[in-house]
Every structure is written in structure tokens, then in C-alpha cells.
């Protein structure tokens, strides 16, 4: 069965930094584009980065661009968000997501805090 797993998230200091990680397993990962989406509380959960099947492209959320990075490595299936330049706004649960034939599939989230 498909699985996705989350680590990474914690609590940092505006201007800090997190490296969110996301195993992959139960499909051929190196053959989809891979997603990161967020949600805070009170919002819809909205898309963040996504990266193609072999990483050449990349494509991020207006509000993250030049600060966050998506990255993969498909010999170890997992997909990755480097975080800079946080800010408060960025705290929610961070999902790792794959979709297929229009079913989502997700990840139990990790939460990102970003507070003083």
C-alpha cells in the first residue's frame, strides 16, 4: 500500500531554517511529480512546491519562492523541502503528497512552528 512519511518539522525562530523529509513507498516514485502542500489552522490546505518525476522542474507558491527549495532523490524515494527565511505565517502542517488517476494520496503531516 502507499505510503508517505513526514519528519522534519519542529519549532524555529523567524529567519530560521527546516529540512522537511518524505518517504515514499507502495509505487514507482521516480515516475510522478512529487508535492509538498500546507495547511494552517483555520485554511484550506494549499500547494506549496512541487518537483517533476526526475527533478529537473521545480514550481513554488508565490509566497515561498526564493526561500524554500524542493528536491528529490529517487534512489532513496523520498522528496525533500529546504525552509529559509521563515516566517510566522509559514507555521502549519506540512504534507508530503502524491497523486494518481485523481486520488490523493497523503502523509500524516508534519507541523512547522515559526515563533519567537
Known amino acids: 500500500q502507499v505510503q508517505l512519511v513526514e519528519s522534519g518539522g519542529g519549532l524555529v525562530q523567524p529567519g530560521g531554517s527546516l529540512r522537511l523529509s518524505c518517504v515514499a513507498s507502495g509505487f514507482t516514485f521516480s515516475r510522478y511529480t512529487m508535492r509538498w502542500y500546507c495547511q494552517a489552522p483555520g485554511k484550506e490546505r494549499e500547494l506549496v512546491a512541487s518537483?517533476?518525476?526526475?527533478?529537473?522542474?521545480?514550481t513554488y507558491q508565490d509566497s515561498v519562492k526564493g526561500r524554500f527549495t524542493i528536491s528529490r532523490d529517487n534512489a532513496k524515494n523520498t522528496v525533500y523541502l529546504q525552509m529559509n527565511s521563515l516566517k510566522p505565517e509559514d507555521t502549519a502542517v506540512y504534507y508530503c503528497?502524491?497523486?494518481?488517476?485523481?486520488?490523493?494520496?497523503w502523509g500524516q503531516g508534519t507541523q512547522v512552528t515559526v515563533s519567537s
Open positions: 518537483i517533476s518525476s526526475t527533478g529537473d522542474t521545480a
Open positions: 503528497n502524491w497523486r494518481y488517476l485523481g486520488t490523493h494520496y
